[in-house]
């Protein structure tokens, strides 16, 4: 069984400590440092690799966004989950465009918390259910204001655009995507180019937003 690094920046000791605790007592995971968030955090990250890094978003002297965005693009595979309250739609939009793979409420279950680390481990993008419909909306919104272009009907999807969709839904990967349709990897990559100019959308988290959403209508 192959177990998740997991890089914890939590400000308070004491949820840093349980959230190690409860992450160390799964036979599948492992905190491999765990900082209250300092200006050595990035260099330690970078050093010990870990799969997922798990940041608490109420750093208030530090720039969330900014962190998400120098992790994931300074180091390569990096996941990053965030953790916070119920926070606003543009909180979230703006983690999700600076490569964030998802967030958790604090109020969120053991087995919740404990099932999104897991996903977005394996390369899944997760968001809280209870988030997705507005989420949606305000990305829409977003992407309209600053002219990206406006949606285009689903009815001009092709099926295996469909498929693809309905994959990425589900949490897989592109390379994932490829074996169970029996294609190329680079193959799957044009087909959500192409979905996200026709959505208008920015990644393969907002597609999966939308797919949510419309199951939920």
Do not use: C, W
């Not at 404990?114 to 259910?129: F, Q, W, Y």
């Not at 992407?143 to 589900?170: N, Q, V």
């Not at 994932?176 to 990644?203: C, D, G, P, W």
Request: no cysteine; glycine share 8%.
């Amino acid at each position: 069984m192959k177990t998740i690094g997991i890089f914890l920046i939590e400000d308070n000791r004491l949820l840093r400590e349980g959230i190690s605790a409860t992450i160390n007592g799964q036979p599948d995971m492992k905190v491999v440092a765990s900082t209250a968030g300092s200006n050595g955090t990035m260099r330690l990250v970078r050093k010990l690799k870990p799969h997922v890094v798990l940041m608490d978003l109420s750093l208030r002297s530090q720039n969330d966004v900014r962190i998400v965005a120098t992790l994931t693009k300074g180091i390569p595979g990096i996941k990053v989950i965030g953790m916070g309250l119920i926070p606003s739609q543009a909180d979230i939009v703006e983690l999700v465009e600076a490569g964030a793979s998802g967030f958790i409420l604090k109020d969120a279950t053991v087995e919740d918390f404990l099932g999104t680390i897991r996903s977005v481990a394996r390369g899944a993008k997760v968001l809280p259910p209870s988030l997705a419909g507005s989420l949606f909306s305000h990305v829409i919104d977003s992407a309209l204001k600053r002219g990206k272009g406006k949606l285009t009907s689903a009815g001009r999807m092709t099926k295996r655009e469909r498929e693809i969709i309905a994959l990425i839904a589900d949490g897989l990967s592109n390379k994932e995507i490829a074996q169970r349709l029996n294609i190329a990897t680079y193959t799957v990559k044009s087909h959500v180019h192409n979905i996200l100019e026709k959505l208008a959308l920015h990644s393969r988290l907002q597609i999966a937003v939308l797919t949510r959403t419309e199951e939920m209508s």
